[in-house]
Structure formats: structure tokens, C-alpha cells
């Protein structure tokens, strides 16, 4: 058929992309609530072998790394090259240990979310305030949020407030409403 060479051909996508997902310019700003009015920022890390609390200044003290990567979002959007810069869940755990296979994070506002500690540590997880260059707006979870750039967003806890280790798995919110308990964007885990 002359004429419609441009007609049915398969527009190549892009191979960052994940299953499902479509290309995004902007940030979305997606949130289980409220965003909660934080007046003195504090982390909590707990095993069962001991806890950490980090004030701000504590936090700012550590060694923050430079993230390079693309983010995916449940709705199907996703951002590529995205620049972050936070400290490691490595360093944040660091001499704390434990035996436990879980963790739930928790945030100021009152959400969950579930993780395997796998995904947290092994330099796959970050606590982040700085997006772009600049420091995380609150919309998108500032001062700091948990960070794990490898899953769906909604297990990037904003706004995050502690993080605490289990011997098994429970759900968080999203997960208690029937999203995956993992995330994984490239299986296309987005539901239990």
C-alpha cells in the first residue's frame, strides 16, 4: 500500500520504560493523605537487637550520596533521569543489627508501607531530601523520603519518620488495600 508507510507501524518504546508505563515531563504530586505540617523532623531506626533516633542535624551530618535513575509510578507514569542526592539505608543501619527479613516504614501523617529488608539495604535504598538540585519539596515527601528507586513510588515513603525491622511481613496502607506487597515495576506488580 503506497502512500501509508507511516500508518501501522509500532512506535518503539522506550527501553527504560517498564511494562505499562507511559512517559511523564512533570512530577505528579500523588499522596495517601494530608501533607502533614512537620516541625521538628526526627528518624527513628529500630531492630530487634537495638534503635537509633537521628535529629536533623544528625541526618545532615552523614554522608549523602548522588542518585542518578528513573522513578515509576503505580498510575503508570514514569520519569526518567531523575537526580536525588540522601543518605544510604547502609549508612543509616550501619551497627544495627538483626535477623529479621522485613521492615515497616512509617511516616509523619500516620502511612505504611511494607518492604524486604533486601530492597532497603545493598545500596538499593536511600532516605533523600534534596530532588533536582534542591531541597524535597514537601509535596513530594520533604524534608526527606524514603527512597527506592528499583520499585512502584508508594513504597518511597514520604515524609518518612522511622523505619522499623519485623521478623515477618505485614502490610502497610497500600498494601492492606490490595496493592502487591512488592512493587516491582518490570513484573508489573502493582496488585496482590
Known amino acids: ?5 507511516g500508518f501501522g507501524r509500532r512506535r518503539e518504546a ?25 516541625k521538628r523532623w526526627e528518624l527513628q531506626l529500630g531492630t530487634e537487637q537495638g534503635s ?17 535513575t528513573d522513578i515509576h509510578c503505580v498510575t503508570s507514569w514514569s520519569k526518567l533521569g531523575t537526580h ?10 550501619d551497627g544495627l543489627d538483626t535477623t529479621h527479613e522485613y521492615a515497616m516504614t512509617t511516616s509523619y501523617g500516620g ?5 524486604p529488608l533486601s530492597e532497603l ?10 530532588y ?13 523520603r524514603l527512597f527506592v528507586p528499583g520499585l512502584y513510588f508508594w513504597k518511597s515513603a514520604k515524609w518518612v519518620q522511622g523505619i522499623q525491622t519485623m521478623a515477618s511481613d505485614r502490610r502497610g496502607f497500600w498494601e492492606s ?13 502493582r496488585y496482590a
Open 132 to 144: 533536582e538540585g534542591e531541597p524535597l519539596g514537601s509535596e513530594h515527601g520533604g524534608p526527606a
Open 111 to 115: 502511612y505504611t508501607t511494607n518492604l
Open 1 to 5: 500500500m503506497a502512500g501509508f508507510t
Open 84 to 93: 536525588w542526592s540522601g543518605v544510604s539505608l547502609d549508612t543509616l543501619f
Open 52 to 68: 537509633r533516633s537521628l535529629s536533623w542535624a544528625d541526618f545532615q551530618a552523614l554522608p549523602h550520596e548522588q542518585i542518578e
Open 177 to 189: 488495600m490490595g496493592y502487591h506487597a512488592l512493587g516491582d515495576p518490570w513484573r508489573e506488580q
Open 121 to 130: 539495604l545493598g545500596g538499593k535504598a536511600w532516605v533523600v531530601d534534596t
Open 14 to 38: 522506550d527501553p527504560r520504560l517498564p511494562p505499562g508505563q507511559h512517559l511523564e515531563k512533570g512530577f505528579p504530586v500523588l499522596s495517601a493523605g494530608p501533607t502533614p505540617n512537620i
